[in-house]
């Protein structure tokens, strides 16, 4: 087990590159099964679920081959339909694996995901779309048992837009028989990404970014050679840290209008930013005032994954921020570690009031969850004094060698064996 020792009250200076974006490149691997030629996928971060679904891939009989950052997948030989149980309850995305695995054998089992501990997450949606191209689902002792002799196209409306679901009904719908309709579909960039991807391959998907996708089903996937887009909550934490400690960073491989909310928030924080293509420049002098309220949605709206981040960023706000979460039940456990530090939040609920603190103090702290442990270290890297954040092994599911990131911009983090 590791953990961080941060000493804060440095800016940061300097520039990064986006790493591949974690969720666009775990359905990308799931959807590698879904032809029998070789895949590549390109700037692969070694991050743990990436890790986690490459061993789910060879479980199921695929050959990988990793070649720095570039995943080789080779499903010629895969043969099982069963997803192990012991690594679903590492990774909610082999949820994926279902449309994928189903598409390939006609057959898929597995059992419930795990993943980070934020809230129910049901995969009901994901099962009554499944349902709608003709799966039948057996749900017993913790395991999903889906069996389509064949899967046929048909009109699916989300009651939600879930980025998982739409992904899975994708992936499920791609080479059914027919034509299948998804309303009210997520429109995250990586749902994007995941359409390019398979049409790369020789699908036939439109729509994906809006509301409506419509997928008309192929005979048969292609191997492709592909770069995913880049991960914005990687580049949204980095711009965050930046805003809160003050400085300045630019970052490039993420357009701007994927996170064009958390821009518009840290601008009326009084940050300065200038975008061009893919860049992103934010200067920041540390001293920032509160916006009134920060409401987490579907995108294009403000992400559930950049809303722990951005709380610690207003634990030193001047003011007071009102924070809503909207997707996840249970998202606040790193208010109660944030409070160790000397941040003044109460949560009620799916809401959480925090008033601004002159400074945070160094703590001993502990990470529950990937993107709660994100904040653990950007509020270590604004306190004074010595933070220690425990529990790595979250923070390690997201982002590739972020100790070495931030040292690069100047932070005095290093991560030691405990």
Known sequence: MDKFMIDGGERLYGKLTAQSAKNTVLPL???AVLTDEQVKIRGVPTINDVENMLHILREVGCKIERQNDVAIIDSSNAVSHEIPARLTKELRSSVFMLGSVLTRFHRAKISYPGGCDIGLRPIDLHLLGLKRLGVKIVEKDGFIDCIAEK???????????????????????????????????????????????????GGKIRGAGGG??????????????????????????????????????????????????????????????????DKIVLRSDGRLKSVDLVETMPFPGFPTDMQAQYSALCCTAKGTTLVVENL???????????????????????????????????????????????????????????????????????????????????????????
Do not use: W
């Open 29 to 31: 691997l799931a959807a």
């Open 151 to 201: 899967l046929t196209g048909a009109e699916i409306l989300l009651d939600f837009p879930s980025v998982g679901a739409t992904e899975n009904i994708i992936l499920a719908g791609v080479k059914a028989e027919g034509t299948t309709v998804i309303r009210n579909a997520a429109k995250e960039p990586e749902i994007v990404d995941l359409q390019n991807f398979l049409n790369a391959m």
């Open 212 to 277: 409506t996708i419509v997928i008309e089903g192929v005979k048969r996937l292609h191997g492709v050679d592909y770069r995913p887009i880049g991960d914005r909550i990687e580049v949204g934490t980095y711009l965050i840290a930046t805003a809160s400690c003050g400085g300045e960073i630019e970052i490039d491989g993420v357009p701007p209008e994927n996170i064009a909310a958390l821009l518009h928030k840290l601008r009326e924080n009084g940050c300065k930013i200038h975008t061009e293509n």
């Open 328 to 418: 996840f039940e249970t998202r606040y456990r790193y208010a109660a570690e944030l409070k160790r530090m000397g941040a003044d939040i109460t949560v009620r609920g799916r809401t959480a009031m925090i008033r601004g603190v002159n400074a945070l103090h160094g703590a001993c702290v502990t990470a529950g969850d990937l993107r709660g442990g994100a904040a653990l270290v950007v509020a270590g890297l604004k306190a004074e004094g010595r933070s220690t954040v425990l529990d790595l092994s979250h923070i390690d599911r997201g982002y590739a060698d972020f100790e070495g990131k931030l040292r690069s911009l100047g932070a005095k983090i290093r991560r030691v064996k405990i």
